[in-house]
């Protein structure tokens, strides 16, 4: 019978396509959206990301997120160090500095400053120069990206010369990072150079990175930093997940997303009800038919189901595929974040089985009550 | 209630066994309170096997609702209906519908076929619905079709069909599944008079068999020749049966 189903379905092509598309626009429109909803939480803890080589993240216990730098005295190192199980522990600054632009222009910088001695937390994908250079004199690494933003169209020089904070810094190398949420440039120091870029305040270390003995667990030890020192001790991974807390949970951004994806969802819902209320409508006579000829309402139910799971498999298809076309159609020179991670493909399609059971449901009780005699009627 | 005068006669002569249709006081009513329609007023009629049965009567009297309700789509406010041996009245929905698939075959006026399936998938639906597997139904269904002279029309669609052949691939539906009991409402008023009278010629030639009942609405007098019995119906009665010319020249079964 469900071959039967498809063929009544497929031979009534405008309103199949009516509802196909009702269900690939509603799909589209919630892969995308949750996609770049994703691609915008990525970037969130893409500073995280990318300093690699610490299991452990140490910070005053007020900081919520990555860019919510509360500094700590450098005192607090030791402190660290101090702690059982701890393995190593490392400065690390992070802020914002003001660099200068040739023509006299600023451009808002993130400034990470790195241990001197192990410069732990440095770039992993240099694309000019190489992180030794960093010890040079007024040396720093810059963002490819950063580096377009600062100087569009010129191409890259080592050696060159800029000021930050007013203080000379010269360019030794040019990485690869991942885009960051405010798209600054990022700017990679030593700790101690990063510190003298810093406006001149009591306290300027703004985390402790760490690592565990290879016989204990991250998790452990961190507990036992915050206890024996009263800063707030996370491995990364915890650290990662309370970045994107704060962002879900304190700014506006899930709501907006929320919204376009629920009305998505509403206009999809809509759409694709409409059209298979239509058709159910347009066919009542064709299942009267097979109701008299002993169809039963099982059967009939079946039926109704196939064919709105078949237009939602269609449907869920070439949304969350148009959806893909366009996060890779727009890779590398939109200033939109596309992530697309198999969470939200399942997520799509679980509205888009919501849609179509919604979308059947009028229709089924439609035709569960339609009356096998009506086919003796003109 | 009337009795015709010459049913009893003619009746009596064959075992109540013997009969496909039994139908006793069946009345029928729609809607209630003041907008009461009684429909039937209270039917007897017996159709034996093997026979062809012509219902006929001015638009309106309730030959549909009497056919419904014999053909099992349609339950009667009163009275008892016993189709091949078994009380529809006391079926439930699920074994009538059971009843439907497996003994019925249907004739519609306006034909009813499912306009995306072609030919011969709209005349295996039977046998489909039955739960055989498609390549099997497809074949016995193009068998039938081709008894019927539609061989090379299988894989057209109904909408590329004439009327009369449209109502050549329900013929074949209707008796795809090998029923006991046919059912035809007004199956040539849709048609001109050739296709009507060839649609008729071939019901009464491959429909009308030893153990299968068979009853066919319709006003048009032109098809009576191919009546065992005709049962003139008025305003919710049966007011006459008569022998028809079909039974009378012995070509009947
Ligand atoms: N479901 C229904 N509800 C109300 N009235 C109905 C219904 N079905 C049939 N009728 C009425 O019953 C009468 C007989 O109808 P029908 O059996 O179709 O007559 P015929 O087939 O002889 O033309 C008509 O007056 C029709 O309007
Ligand atoms: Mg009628």
């Not at chain 1, 991974?237 to 509403?266: E, H, S, W």
């Not at chain 1, 196939?306 to 949304?319: D, E, K, M, P, S």
């Not at chain 2, 049913?7 to 109540?16: G, N, Y």
């Not at chain 2, 009461?36 to 009567?57: N, Q």
């Amino acid at each position: 019978m469900l071959w039967i189903a498809w063929k009544m379905l497929i031979g009534n092509r405008a309103k199949y396509l009516g509802i196909v598309f009702g269900v690939a626009f509603a799909a589209l429109l919630i892969a995308q959206q949750a996609s770049i909803f994703c691609g915008l939480m990525s970037l969130t803890v893409s500073q995280i990301l990318d300093i690699e080589g610490a299991g452990i993240w140490v910070m005053d216990r007020n900081v919520r997120y990555v860019d919510d730098i509360k500094p700590l005295p450098d005192t607090d190192l030791y402190r660290v160090k101090g702690v059982p199980g701890v393995d190593w522990a490392v400065r690390l600054y992070k802020g914002i500095a003001r660099a200068r632009v040739d023509e006299g222009s600023y451009e808002q910088v993130i400034l990470l400053g790195l241990d001197d001695a192990t410069l732990v937390g440095a770039p992993t994908h240099m694309v000019h120069g190489s992180i030794a250079d960093l010890r040079s004199p007024d040396a720093v690494i810059m963002d490819v990206a950063g580096h377009k933003r600062m100087w569009p169209g010129e191409p890259y020089r080592a050696g060159r010369v800029f000021e930050m904070n007013d203080r000379r810094a010269v360019i030794v190398g040019l990485t690869q990072t991942r885009r960051t949420f405010q798209s600054f440039p990022v700017i990679y120091t030593r700790y101690s150079q990063a510190v003298r870029y810093a406006p001149a305040e009591r306290k300027v270390l703004s985390f402790v990175l760490a690592d565990a003995l290879p016989n204990e667990s991250p998790g452990t030890v961190a507990a036992r930093i915050e206890a024996q020192t009263g800063l707030l001790a996370i491995t990364r991974q915890d650290f990662l997940r309370k970045t994107i807390r704060y962002y879900l949970l304190q700014t506006g951004i899930p709501v907006n997303f929320a919204v376009t994806v629920l009305l998505g969802f509403l206009v999809g819902t809509a759409i694709a009800g409409q059209t298979f209320y239509l058709f159910i409508v347009e066919n009542i006579r064709q299942f009267g038919a097979l109701k008299a000829m002993g169809t039963g309402n099982g059967t009939i139910l079946l039926m109704v189901l196939a064919q709105a799971l078949q237009v939602g498999v269609v449907g869920f298809g070439i949304g969350v595929g148009m959806a893909a076309l366009f996060g890779w159609s727009i890779q590398g020179f939109s200033k939109l974040a596309f992530f697309m991670p198999w969470q939200v493909i399942v997520i799509t399609a679980a509205a888009v089985f919501l849609i179509v059971l919604l979308a059947s449901l009028l229709s089924i009780r439609r035709v569960l009550v339609v009356d096998p005699a009506i086919v003796f009627r003109g | 209630m009337t009795t015709p005068p010459d049913t009893d006669q003619f009746l009596s002569a064959e075992s109540a066994a013997a009969m496909a249709v039994r139908v006793r006081g069946v009345t029928k009513e729609f809607g209630a309170g003041d907008a009461i329609a009684r429909v039937l007023r209270g039917v007897d009629l017996d159709i034996p096997y093997g026979e062809l049965l012509m219902l006929v009567g001015p638009s309106g009297c309730g030959k549909t609702t009497l056919v419904s309700i014999i053909a099992g789509t349609l339950g009667p406010s009163a009275g008892e209906v016993t189709v091949l041996g078994r009380d529809l009245v006391a079926m439930g929905h699920a074994a009538k519908v059971r009843f439907r698939r497996e003994h019925v075959g249907f004739i519609f006026q306006s034909f009813n076929l499912l306009p995306a399936l072609t030919s011969v998938e709209n005349a295996a639906v039977p046998l489909v619905i039955a739960g055989w597997r498609r390549r099997k139904a497809l074949e016995v269904a193009a068998d039938l079709l081709d008894q019927l002279g539609l061989g090379d029309r299988l894989t057209h669609l109904p909408g590329e069909l004439s009327g009369g052949q449209q109502q050549r691939v329900a013929i074949a539906r209707a008796l795809v599944h090998d029923p006991k009991l046919l059912v035809c409402d007004e199956p040539t008023s849709a048609l001109d008079a050739e296709n009507g009278r060839i649609t008729m010629e071939l019901i009464s030639r491959i429909a009308v068999q030893r153990d299968r009942a068979v009853i066919v609405v319709t006003h048009d007098s032109r098809v009576y020749a191919h009546a065992d019995r005709i049962a003139s119906m008025e305003d919710g009665r049966i007011e006459s049966v008569a022998v028809g010319p079909r039974k009378q020249s012995g070509t009947g079964a």
